[in-house]
Protein backbone atom coordinates (compact mmCIF):
# COMPACT_ATOMS: atom_id res chain seq x y z
CA UNK A 1 0.00 0.00 0.00
CA UNK A 2 1.47 3.72 -0.66
CA UNK A 3 1.24 5.46 2.61
CA UNK A 4 2.20 9.00 0.61
CA UNK A 5 0.27 12.32 0.39
CA UNK A 6 -1.29 13.72 -2.42
CA UNK A 7 1.73 15.20 -4.20
CA UNK A 8 -0.76 18.68 -4.15
CA UNK A 9 -1.14 18.91 -0.32
CA UNK A 10 1.87 21.08 0.62
CA UNK A 11 4.40 19.68 3.05
CA UNK A 12 3.37 20.07 6.72
CA UNK A 13 5.74 21.04 8.97
CA UNK A 14 5.93 18.41 12.29
CA UNK A 15 7.70 18.37 15.56
CA UNK A 16 8.63 15.02 17.26
CA UNK A 17 9.02 15.85 21.08
CA UNK A 18 10.54 12.80 21.98
CA UNK A 19 13.71 11.55 24.19
CA UNK A 20 14.31 8.02 23.01
CA UNK A 21 16.39 9.08 20.08
CA UNK A 22 16.22 5.49 17.82
CA UNK A 23 12.37 6.15 18.36
CA UNK A 24 12.25 9.71 16.92
CA UNK A 25 14.75 9.02 14.48
CA UNK A 26 12.35 5.58 12.90
CA UNK A 27 9.39 8.34 13.11
CA UNK A 28 11.24 10.90 11.30
CA UNK A 29 12.61 8.62 8.33
CA UNK A 30 8.92 7.11 7.98
CA UNK A 31 7.04 10.61 7.96
CA UNK A 32 9.70 12.29 5.66
CA UNK A 33 9.55 9.10 3.20
CA UNK A 34 5.10 9.93 3.26
CA UNK A 35 6.50 13.62 2.25
CA UNK A 36 6.58 15.44 5.65
CA UNK A 37 8.80 18.17 7.15
CA UNK A 38 9.93 16.83 10.37
CA UNK A 39 12.32 18.59 13.35
CA UNK A 40 13.38 16.91 16.44
CA UNK A 41 13.41 17.94 19.61
CA UNK A 42 14.84 15.16 22.69
CA UNK A 43 14.72 17.84 26.20
CA UNK A 44 11.25 18.51 27.65
CA UNK A 45 12.41 22.02 29.19
CA UNK A 46 13.19 22.97 25.44
CA UNK A 47 9.67 21.54 23.90
CA UNK A 48 7.75 24.79 24.58
CA UNK A 49 10.13 27.69 23.13
CA UNK A 50 9.93 25.39 20.14
CA UNK A 51 6.54 24.88 19.62
CA UNK A 52 5.52 28.58 20.22
CA UNK A 53 8.76 29.88 17.88
CA UNK A 54 8.26 27.02 15.17
CA UNK A 55 4.36 27.15 15.20
CA UNK A 56 4.59 23.89 13.13
CA UNK A 57 1.52 22.00 11.27
CA UNK A 58 1.24 19.31 13.96
CA UNK A 59 3.31 18.48 17.47
CA UNK A 60 3.89 14.93 18.39
CA UNK A 61 4.17 14.66 21.63
CA UNK A 62 5.32 12.04 24.15
CA UNK A 63 4.13 11.97 27.75
CA UNK A 64 7.23 11.06 29.46
CA UNK A 65 9.86 13.44 28.85
CA UNK A 66 13.44 14.66 30.48
CA UNK A 67 13.04 18.29 31.92
CA UNK A 68 8.99 18.71 31.65
CA UNK A 69 6.51 16.30 31.40
CA UNK A 70 4.29 16.43 28.05
CA UNK A 71 0.69 16.93 30.00
CA UNK A 72 3.24 20.37 31.24
CA UNK A 73 3.89 21.35 28.02
CA UNK A 74 0.65 20.62 26.79
CA UNK A 75 -0.99 22.82 29.23
CA UNK A 76 1.70 25.68 28.57
CA UNK A 77 1.28 26.01 24.95
CA UNK A 78 -2.29 25.71 24.32
CA UNK A 79 -3.19 29.65 25.07
CA UNK A 80 -1.03 30.26 22.04
CA UNK A 81 -0.68 27.08 19.36
CA UNK A 82 -3.68 26.06 17.88
CA UNK A 83 -2.37 23.40 15.67
CA UNK A 84 -3.51 19.75 16.66
CA UNK A 85 -1.57 17.90 19.67
CA UNK A 86 -0.97 14.09 19.39
CA UNK A 87 0.61 12.78 22.10
CA UNK A 88 2.62 9.39 22.92
CA UNK A 89 1.91 7.51 25.90
CA UNK A 90 3.85 3.97 26.94
CA UNK A 91 0.86 3.95 29.44
CA UNK A 92 -2.25 2.12 29.23
CA UNK A 93 -3.91 4.02 32.56
CA UNK A 94 -7.04 6.12 30.52
CA UNK A 95 -6.27 8.63 33.32
CA UNK A 96 -3.38 9.58 31.37
CA UNK A 97 -5.45 10.07 28.54
CA UNK A 98 -8.24 11.74 30.00
CA UNK A 99 -5.57 14.19 31.20
CA UNK A 100 -3.73 14.73 28.24
CA UNK A 101 -6.84 15.68 26.36
CA UNK A 102 -7.57 18.07 29.53
CA UNK A 103 -4.63 19.88 29.09
CA UNK A 104 -5.24 20.54 25.35
CA UNK A 105 -4.22 17.56 23.21
CA UNK A 106 -6.08 16.51 19.72
CA UNK A 107 -5.45 12.66 20.35
CA UNK A 108 -3.33 10.16 21.34
CA UNK A 109 -1.26 7.00 20.63
CA UNK A 110 0.02 4.40 22.78
CA UNK A 111 3.27 2.79 22.53
CA UNK A 112 4.87 0.83 20.63
CA UNK A 113 3.99 3.06 18.03
CA UNK A 114 2.51 1.69 14.60
CA UNK A 115 4.01 4.03 11.81
CA UNK A 116 0.66 3.54 9.80
CA UNK A 117 -1.42 4.35 12.84
CA UNK A 118 0.41 7.21 13.67
CA UNK A 119 0.61 8.84 10.38
CA UNK A 120 -3.77 7.74 9.88
CA UNK A 121 -4.01 9.85 12.86
CA UNK A 122 -1.91 12.98 12.03
CA UNK A 123 -3.86 12.54 8.23
CA UNK A 124 -7.13 12.94 10.35
CA UNK A 125 -6.13 15.92 12.64
CA UNK A 126 -4.50 18.08 10.04
CA UNK A 127 -7.41 16.97 7.25
CA UNK A 128 -10.74 17.35 9.73
CA UNK A 129 -11.08 20.60 9.77
CA UNK A 130 -11.32 21.07 5.76
CA UNK A 131 -14.12 18.10 6.23
CA UNK A 132 -16.24 19.75 8.65
CA UNK A 133 -16.22 22.90 6.56
CA UNK A 134 -16.85 20.78 3.83
CA UNK A 135 -19.48 18.81 5.21
CA UNK A 136 -21.63 22.05 6.72
CA UNK A 137 -21.96 24.44 3.82
CA UNK A 138 -21.60 27.21 6.19
CA UNK A 139 -18.76 29.33 7.52
CA UNK A 140 -20.58 30.93 9.92
CA UNK A 141 -23.24 29.68 13.10
CA UNK A 142 -25.71 31.71 15.19
CA UNK A 143 -27.52 30.68 18.59
CA UNK A 144 -28.55 33.71 19.63
CA UNK A 145 -25.88 34.83 22.06
CA UNK A 146 -23.13 32.40 20.73
CA UNK A 147 -21.98 32.71 17.47
CA UNK A 148 -19.15 30.15 15.47
CA UNK A 149 -17.18 31.16 13.03
CA UNK A 150 -15.11 28.15 10.94
CA UNK A 151 -13.36 30.64 8.78
CA UNK A 152 -11.29 32.44 11.84
CA UNK A 153 -12.06 29.54 14.17
CA UNK A 154 -13.31 31.21 16.40
CA UNK A 155 -16.52 31.57 18.67
CA UNK A 156 -18.02 33.99 20.50
CA UNK A 157 -20.72 34.11 23.69
CA UNK A 158 -22.25 37.68 24.47
CA UNK A 159 -19.56 39.14 22.18
CA UNK A 160 -16.76 38.17 24.21
CA UNK A 161 -14.39 35.10 22.59
CA UNK A 162 -14.41 31.75 23.50
CA UNK A 163 -10.82 29.79 24.56
CA UNK A 164 -11.54 26.71 22.87
CA UNK A 165 -8.32 24.41 22.01
CA UNK A 166 -8.77 22.99 17.92
CA UNK A 167 -10.26 19.67 19.43
CA UNK A 168 -12.68 21.65 20.75
CA UNK A 169 -13.77 23.79 18.42
CA UNK A 170 -13.66 21.08 15.54
CA UNK A 171 -16.14 19.06 17.60
CA UNK A 172 -18.45 22.34 18.34
CA UNK A 173 -18.66 23.39 14.63
CA UNK A 174 -20.06 19.60 14.04
CA UNK A 175 -22.19 19.51 17.10
CA UNK A 176 -23.78 22.61 15.94
CA UNK A 177 -23.58 21.99 12.32
CA UNK A 178 -26.06 19.27 13.24
CA UNK A 179 -28.32 21.26 15.38
CA UNK A 180 -31.12 19.24 16.20
CA UNK A 181 -30.04 15.81 15.13
CA UNK A 182 -28.29 13.23 17.37
CA UNK A 183 -24.61 12.67 16.54
CA UNK A 184 -23.48 9.18 17.97
CA UNK A 185 -20.22 8.43 19.30
CA UNK A 186 -19.56 6.13 16.48
CA UNK A 187 -19.98 9.10 14.04
CA UNK A 188 -18.42 11.53 15.84
CA UNK A 189 -15.49 9.00 16.19
CA UNK A 190 -15.51 8.85 12.28
CA UNK A 191 -15.69 12.68 11.38
CA UNK A 192 -12.98 14.02 14.13
CA UNK A 193 -10.69 11.27 14.37
CA UNK A 194 -11.14 9.08 11.15
CA UNK A 195 -11.57 5.95 13.16
CA UNK A 196 -14.00 3.59 14.81
CA UNK A 197 -15.39 3.76 18.14
CA UNK A 198 -14.46 1.09 20.70
CA UNK A 199 -16.52 1.60 23.15
CA UNK A 200 -14.45 2.89 25.58
CA UNK A 201 -12.68 5.84 24.54
CA UNK A 202 -13.86 8.81 26.13
CA UNK A 203 -11.89 11.60 24.66
CA UNK A 204 -15.05 12.85 23.14
CA UNK A 205 -17.13 13.01 26.61
CA UNK A 206 -14.09 14.45 28.36
CA UNK A 207 -14.68 17.26 25.11
CA UNK A 208 -17.94 18.06 25.94
CA UNK A 209 -17.14 18.66 29.16
CA UNK A 210 -15.32 21.03 28.99
CA UNK A 211 -17.23 22.78 26.19
CA UNK A 212 -20.46 23.26 28.03
CA UNK A 213 -19.01 25.52 30.37
CA UNK A 214 -17.30 27.84 28.29
CA UNK A 215 -20.52 27.98 25.66
CA UNK A 216 -22.59 28.96 28.78
CA UNK A 217 -24.02 25.52 29.36
CA UNK A 218 -24.93 24.35 33.02
CA UNK A 219 -22.79 20.84 33.21
CA UNK A 220 -25.33 19.40 35.52
CA UNK A 221 -28.66 20.66 33.61
CA UNK A 222 -27.02 20.92 30.16
CA UNK A 223 -29.34 23.20 27.89
CA UNK A 224 -27.59 23.43 24.35
CA UNK A 225 -25.51 20.30 24.28
CA UNK A 226 -27.80 17.44 25.60
CA UNK A 227 -26.34 14.26 26.32
CA UNK A 228 -28.82 11.18 24.34
CA UNK A 229 -28.15 7.92 26.36
CA UNK A 230 -27.13 5.35 25.32
CA UNK A 231 -26.66 7.05 21.46
CA UNK A 232 -24.69 10.49 21.51
CA UNK A 233 -25.36 14.04 21.82
CA UNK A 234 -27.67 16.58 20.85
CA UNK A 235 -26.61 19.69 20.14
CA UNK A 236 -29.98 22.25 20.32
CA UNK A 237 -31.00 24.75 17.91
CA UNK A 238 -33.18 26.64 20.15
CA UNK A 239 -31.55 26.47 23.62
Not at 37 to 65: F, H, N
Not at 209 to 233: A, C, E, F, L
Request: net charge negative.
Amino acid sequence: MDDSLDSSRHQDHVLIIEDDERLAHLTRDYLEANEFQVALEYDGARAVERILDEQPDIVILDLMLPGEDGLSICRRVRGQYAGPILMLTARTDDMDQVLGLEMGADDYVPKPVQPRVLLARMRALLRRADALDAASGATRLNFGDLLIDSATREAWLNDERIDLTSAEFDLLWLLAGNAGHVLTREEIFSQLRGIKYDGQDRSIDVRVSRIRPKIGDDPNQPHRIKTVRSKGYLFVKDS
